[in-house]
């Protein structure tokens, strides 16, 4: 694009003064130049027909328009709808494949799931816990016969350490803490 | 500052900007739609009801430039568009007229779906939307001067169309 359209006049003092945009004083001497300049006369022309048509083509544009559209927020957004619709899409398909697979292939004799008995659950639970009281009453014992013998203090220290780990809450272990306790008290005593 | 009612207020504006992108009515209808799903959700944090405008016009500008590179613009024969505008100004045009207006049209139409988007949104802006260059200028965060420029420029390359094409005005 070339920087003047004649010598006198540049181009943005021409669409300057096309918009209105000039102080009074300059426009009357712009328009005394374009009176009597053919070229600025004819850009002139061109500039203010090319701005008409685009408008023209503007405002018939906007008259397609669907007018007052409401715009509010939607509940739920794009994406998440998009998901949702995933998620429906899978529920669906794997419900429809087991229809299908039910259609398909019928079972030839109803089969009774086995349940499990529930008093054979509580038996080997009582079992259990029996045998973990013998354990702790034998160790409990044996601890005793170790405090008992010459020198087997601090092997019996252990065993009452041992089952005061191994079996808390129970009655073993409160009377294993009882007898440490004593044990210990003596050693100091001596 | 609550969002919905400053995009009403400016809603209109905004549809303008749009067209004037040479979006079609759907595609800007999406990008108004999303423009304002986009305010809502992340509002600027501005405070003033202006700067929130200005905020809503830039936000708009972008989205029509995106929806350029997927679509295209101003894909409207002008046929069609001439056939809308004596519709509008119930004003038919005689045949010898309606050739030269419908070559102008198609010209011009042309001229905007080739020209560079740096000088299209300024003329939209002004010429359309009716801002000013210091406006326009906030907006599209360039100088008054440059934004004077690029409408200069712009103004020119549609004028020398029609002269090239030999329409005389």
């Known amino acids: 694009m070339k920087e003047n359209i004649c010598q006198d006049i540049s181009y943005e003092t021409l669409v300057a003064y096309a918009d209105n945009e000039l102080p009074p004083a300059e426009a009357e001497k712009i328009a005394g130049h374009i009176a009597s300049c053919d070229s600025c006369q004819e850009m002139l022309s061109a500039l203010q027909r090319s701005l008409q048509v685009t408008q023209v083509i503007w405002q018939s544009a906007e008259a397609r328009w669907p007018k007052k559209r409401s ?19 899978s529920i669906l398909l794997v419900f429809g494949i087991g229809v299908m ?7 030839s004799e109803q089969i009774t799931p086995i349940r499990p008995e529930p008093m054979a659950a509580k038996i080997d639970e009582i079992e259990i816990e029996a045998q973990r009281a013998a354990v702790a009453a034998q160790m409990l014992a044996v601890a005793d016969m170790l405090a008992a013998q010459p020198g087997g203090q601090e092997y019996a220290e252990k065993r009452y350490t041992y089952v005061i780990n191994s079996f808390p809450g129970r009655e073993e272990s409160v009377q294993a803490k009882l007898r440490l306790q004593n044990l210990l008290e003596r050693r100091v005593k001596q | 500052m609550r969002m919905h ?12 900007l749009v067209v004037g992108m040479g979006l079609g009515a759907e595609e800007g209808e999406d990008v108004l739609q999303d423009v304002y799903l986009e305010a809502i959700r992340r509002p600027p944090k501005y405070c003033g009801a202006e700067e929130i405008g200005r905020w809503l016009i830039r936000v708009t500008v972008n989205r029509c430039l995106l929806e350029f590179r997927q679509r295209g613009r101003y894909q409207r024969a002008a046929v069609g568009v001439l056939q809308q505008w004596t519709e509008m100004k119930n004003a038919p045009l005689a045949p010898d ?3 030269i207006r419908t070559e102008e049209i198609e010209a011009m139409r042309q001229c905007l779906s080739e020209m560079n988007e740096s000088l299209q949104v300024p003329l939209v802006m002004k010429y359309f939307c009716e801002l000013n260059s210091n406006e326009i200028g906030e907006i599209l965060e360039l100088k008054p001067g440059t934004v004077r420029k690029r409408l200069c420029k712009g103004r020119i390359i549609l004028a020398q169309t029609l002269l090239r094409k030999g329409i005389k005005p």
């Not at chain 1, 697979?101 to 079972?107: E, G, H, I, S, T």
């Open chain 1, 71 to 89: 715009f509010k927020k939607p509940i739920l957004s794009r994406r998440l709808i998009r998901r949702l619709a995933t998620v429906a899409a």
């Open chain 2, 5 to 16: 009612p400053v995009f009403i207020e400016q809603v209109e504006r905004l549809r303008r």
């Open chain 1, 101 to 107: 697979q039910r259609l398909l292939y019928k079972p």
């Open chain 2, 97 to 99: 007229k309606q050739a």
